[in-house]
């Protein structure tokens, strides 16, 4: 056999073979340095130990004691359960397993077992239930007696199972390992090597020790995703070459442009926009991520640049998730800049092809559309700036699409889901971000109300009496417009317009025609309707100025920030607007989450609550990115991110990883695409 290295396949470890190796894959571990990092998220702490005599009911302790006898018995009702009769000098005591008949053969009566679980009765008599058990010896134990690591399962792969081989692993092959970090870093931070990082964080000595170990292993993690997407930024950054916008001759259009709105740029908003302009002013192409609540103002910023572009004589091109935001955005961009005589176009895929030709003598200035822009060529002249509305709702290729419809265009996303700092840099380390954290003057918060199923008539009587436009948004069943989502929606809709016999209700889905979405918009709009049935799905970024009350049922299958985002879409007309949210479940920590919507307003701040109660997959939008799985590391860690980032930042800046080749590795290993030369 060969030599077994990091990069050797868990296939050739003792009691593994291709049998385990095969359920191994399914945790994504596939060689030995995967099994090392395959990380507990827990551990049991058995570290109390006790004498017999002394056992508490309710404590969770470990007792060493000698096994007097142990016999499988049945009880009354047909089940199987297990009695082990254990003493040690103060007292004996039962232990008893259920359905695990198999133990009177593992354990052996007249040796000395240590013993760890939960003290309770069990009919009248103290027991130990279902511990976990492991012959006594002098040293270190595996699964008793101490804080035991629980994994990752999967079928067929138990925690205990995984602590034998990964306790086997760092007993025989640890010095495999080597520490990759720059020796001045892990001074720096005082960081323990990598070794002991990884025997502490799987055995650790103490919940403290473990933690140490985590961020140590955390760092090192974070730090390689830096390094990766500031390299890949700094190679893109030195190997393309963007359209250079002129700036200084455009300025006092630019800023006529801005004193002509109707209102007033917020601080941030501003900030963006000359973060915006800066890039396009750069020799290489704009990468940046527009972030901002619903109705933070978005669409503004993004136009002041378009307008640039256009000034500078390139082509820009708007892409919307959906027809009616693309119309939307049609409507606002061409009222703010059609006087300035920049001609705007609008192009989805319900405008016929003939009404296309007609005006297709001159190509547009701005083109505005749906994905049915990435099918378009014929439109298509000089592109210089991308702009990307709720990127999340697009992939990676449809963007590239795009932005290869010209030469190297800047690039800029928006997205109203307020990704968490950490995440957003994290998955997206390469894009430079600007966040729009303030909101225009005079926005009202949105009184909001979790509203408990006996309260449900009162909401609707107070609905009634308050009411100007409701939104009322149906349960979000799946994560499409299925068949099934469309009947749920219409049958709320029945209820709706019974309920509110007096109003126009009207029906909103996916699966209606383009056609009809817009009419009931339309009507909707100008006042037509009262009461707007809609599937969630449905047009994420709409915007209704009278729209005063949003109702969501069903709230508790949503993420907070998809809440938010769902009540953004009322108050806009610097009116008071409510928020009424109904929960299908009632267990106490779901109504607190939902609560949260009470007390705050702001969608990065709900973000973060998101991501501490439920975890990062929950939030929209990364969850396609689940490529990305952390290991040691978690999106709430801040510092050590701030850390990770400043340091791959510094080493990249100083043009020194010639004196790293162990990190040179690491990155050529992440970017095989790229030459990596210095
Ligand atoms: P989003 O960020 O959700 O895309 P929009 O760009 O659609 O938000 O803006 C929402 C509304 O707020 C629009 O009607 C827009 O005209 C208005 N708006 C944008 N910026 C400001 C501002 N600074 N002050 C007042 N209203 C603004
Ligand atoms: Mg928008």
Same mark, same amino acid.
């Given at each position: ?17 291709? %049998? ?34 002394? /056992?508490?009911? #309710? ?10 006898? &142990? ?14 009769? %254990? ?22 009566? #007249? ?45 067929? &792969? ?29 001074? @720096? ?12 964080? $799987? ?28 390299f890949r930024k700094k190679t893109w950054q030195e190997e393309t070459v963007g359209h ?36 396009l002013a750069y020799k290489y192409p704009m990468n940046r991520l527009l972030e901002g ?61 003939? *009404? ?14 749906? $994905? ?11 592109? #210089? ?9 697009? #992939?990676? @290729? ?24 950490? &995440? ?47 939104? &009322? ?52 709009r100008e006042g037509k309707i009262a009461i707007l049935v809609a599937t969630p799905v ?24 998809? =809440? $938010? ?21 009632? /267990? ?29 997959? @929950? ?10 799985? =952390? ?17 791959? *930042? ?7 990883? %010639? ?20």
């Amino acid at each position: 056999m060969d030599a077994i290295t990091l990069e050797t396949s868990v296939s050739q470890l003792p009691y593994v073979g291709p %049998i385990y190796a095969k359920k191994l894959e399914r945790l994504g571990v596939l060689t030995i340095n995967d099994l090392f990092y395959h990380l507990p998220f827990r551990y049991d702490n058995f570290t109390l130990m006790s004498s017999i005599q002394q /056992l508490q009911v #309710g404590e969770t302790v470990s007792i060493i004691g000698l096994v007097e006898s &142990i016999k499988n018995i049945y009880t009354k009702n047909g089940k199987r359960l297990t009695e082990a009769k %254990i003493s040690d000098d103060t007292d004996s005591i039962s232990i008893i397993w259920f359905n695990q008949p198999y133990l009177t053969r593992v354990i052996q009566s #007249g040796l000395k077992y240590i013993f760890s679980g939960k003290v309770d009765w069990f009919g009248r008599k103290k027991s130990l239930i279902s511990p976990q058990y492991e012959l006594w010896e002098k040293g270190e134990h595996l699964h008793t007696g101490r804080l035991v690591p629980i994994y990752p399962e999967t079928a067929g &792969i138990t925690s205990k199972w995984l602590r034998n081989r990964i306790g086997f692993l760092l007993k025989s092959y640890l010095n495999l390992m080597e520490d990759l970090l720059p020796a001045e870093i892990i001074k @720096e931070y005082q960081f323990e090597g990598v070794r002991e990082a990884l025997s502490e964080i $799987h055995f650790p000595r103490s919940l403290e020790t473990a933690e140490k170990a985590r961020e140590r292993l955390a760092f090192e993690e974070l730090f390689y995703l830096q390094l990766t997407s500031a390299f890949r930024k700094k190679t893109w950054q030195e190997e393309t070459v963007g359209h250079i916008f002129k700036i200084s001759q455009y300025k006092e259009k630019i800023v006529n442009f801005m004193n002509n709105l109707p209102f007033v740029l917020t601080n941030s908003q501003k900030r963006a926009v000359s973060e915006i302009l800066g890039d396009l002013a750069y020799k290489y192409p704009m990468n940046r991520l527009l972030e901002g609540d619903v109705a933070s103002g978005k669409t503004v910023v993004a136009t002041i640049g378009m307008y640039l572009s256009f000034l500078n004589g390139f082509q820009s091109a708007l892409m919307a998730p959906t027809e009616i935001l693309a119309e939307q955005h049609y409507q606002t961009v061409s009222s703010l800049l059609t006087p300035l005589g920049v001609k705007v176009k609008l192009l989805t895929s319900s405008i016929k092809k003939d *009404q296309k030709l007609i005006t297709n003598n001159q190509k547009p200035d701005i083109l505005i559309g749906t $994905h049915s822009l990435l099918h378009e060529n014929s439109e298509f002249k000089n592109l #210089g700036l991308v702009v990307i509305d709720e990127q999340q709702r697009f #992939g990676v @290729e449809q963007r590239e699409t795009l932005q290869k419809k010209g030469i190297n265009p800047h690039l800029l996303t928006m997205t109203a889901t307020p990704i968490p700092r950490t &995440i957003a840099l994290t998955l997206y380390g390469e894009l430079d971000l600007s966040i729009l954290d303030e909101m225009p003057q005079g926005r009202q918060k949105i009184k909001t109300w979790v509203v408990p199923e006996e309260k449900r008539e009162d909401s609707y009587r107070w609905l009634e009496k308050n009411l100007k436009q409701a939104f &009322i948004i149906c349960p979000l069943i799946e994560d499409s417009e299925t068949l099934q989502t469309v009947k749920a929606a219409t049958s709320e809709y029945v209820k709706i317009k019974q309920i509110f016999n007096k109003y126009q209700v009207a029906l909103l889905h996916g699966r209606l025609k383009s056609e009809e979405k817009k009419n009931i918009l339309k009507d909707f709009r100008e006042g037509k309707i009262a009461i707007l049935v809609a599937t969630p799905v449905v047009e994420v970024g709409i915007d209704i100025p009278n729209a005063n009350i949003m109702v969501i049922e069903a709230a508790d299958r949503f993420g907070l920030s998809q =809440l $938010h985002q769902l009540r953004g879409r009322v108050g806009r007309n610097n009116q008071e607007a409510y928020c009424f949210l109904f929960s299908q479940s009632n /267990l106490p920590q779901t109504i607190l989450r939902l609560k949260s919507l009470e007390t705050h307003y702001s969608g990065p701040e709900l973000a973060e609550i998101d991501l501490k109660l439920r975890g990062p997959g @929950e939030i929209t939008g990364t969850r396609q990115h689940g490529v990305l799985t =952390l290991k040691a590391a978690r999106f709430t860690d801040y510092d050590l991110l701030e850390k990770a980032r400043l340091n791959a *930042q510094k080493l990249l800046a100083k043009d020194d990883l %010639i004196k790293y080749p162990k990190l040179k590795e690491v990155l050529k290993k992440r970017l095989p695409s790229i030459t990596i030369t210095n």
